[in-house]
């Protein structure tokens, strides 16, 4: 049950980036002008095409699992350890749909900062409930100061990529690995750190506050690949940890290169969508070398 919980989170961040990305015109026909229309104006009635139709059904389907799961959880002794992470997965489920409300604007920055950050939540929760239900969810590893520091930094890192995401800033940093020249993060820029606001347009290339959250999301890649690569080797060196460690690292590889490719791309949709699902499982991962 909780294995499929996984798939299925997955399956919904995949679609609603899908969505996401696909409504704001990231690598439409006449790109970058097309990029950003539904920003430049009232946002229009939500079209249910396939995609849509497949997220609402998968979203609905996650929902009535998660709560199921629940009643199990607390029902049964044997995955009772999972209660904690059950009930924070229905938690967010509940948050998610009343941010449902306002998801049908573009414009709404912290709406679609969170939605993006709560579907990765959704997954990394999932999987959690996944390792506490297993035979040995009772043994957890205290985890090293590579890992630690690796997760903190990816967190972070996530962070920046969803106010990426959801302040249309993919043209403020067209090129790599420097932004138009300019390789550290201007004082000028800080401010787009703040996800209050309500968007009339999309960052044009070159935007203080879109190049510094590139720069802080590219910078923060590098140091998330130097210090989880590093407890990944550590974590290789345990029969108990390899096959984590090993994913790990793949994962990590994954998402480095997908970001590249999609900004060489000039921003290929499926690339970004492929780029945020590789970061979920990311995420996912690093709950299981924190426990085994």
């Excluded at 998330?224 to 060196?237: K, N, R």
Aim: hydrophobic content about 55%; some cysteine.
């Amino acid at each position: 049950m909780a294995l499929l919980l996984t798939a299925l989170s997955l399956l919904v961040v995949l679609l609603s980036a899908y969505l996401r990305l696909d409504g704001a015109g990231l690598g439409c026909a006449d790109w970058p002008a097309c990029y950003g229309q539904l920003l430049r104006g009232e946002p229009p009635a939500q079209a249910f095409g396939l995609a849509r139709l497949l997220h609402r059904g998968a979203a609905s389907l996650f929902c009535l699992l998660v709560f199921y799961l629940l009643w199990l959880c607390l029902r049964r002794p044997s995955i009772r350890p999972a209660v904690r992470p059950a009930t924070l997965l229905a938690l967010l489920v509940l948050a998610l749909a009343t941010l449902g409300f306002w998801s049908s604007d573009p414009r709404l920055v912290l709406v679609g900062f969170m939605n993006i950050i709560g579907g990765l939540g959704l997954v990394s929760c999932s999987w959690r409930v996944v390792l506490a239900s297993g035979p040995d969810s009772q043994f957890e590893r205290a985890p090293t100061l590579a890992l630690r520091l690796g997760a903190a930094t990816l967190s972070l890192t996530v962070v920046v990529g969803a106010l990426i995401g959801a302040g249309a800033a993919a043209l403020a940093c067209p090129t790599l690995p420097d932004c138009g020249g300019q390789w550290w993060p201007a004082a000028a820029g800080w401010a787009a750190l703040q996800p209050f606001a309500t968007l009339a347009d999309v960052r044009p290339a070159g935007d203080a506050g879109g190049v510094t959250l590139h720069l802080l999301h590219r910078w923060g890649a590098l140091g998330s690949l130097l210090l989880l690569g590093i407890a990944a080797l550590q974590a290789l060196a345990d029969e108990a940890t390899r096959k984590s460690a090993v994913t790990l690292l793949l994962l990590l590889a994954a998402a480095v290169a997908l970001g590249g490719l999609t900004v060489r791309s000039g921003f290929t949709l499926w690339l970004a969508v492929a780029h945020g699902v590789c970061a979920a499982a990311l995420l996912a991962t690093m709950s299981t070398l924190h426990r085994r």
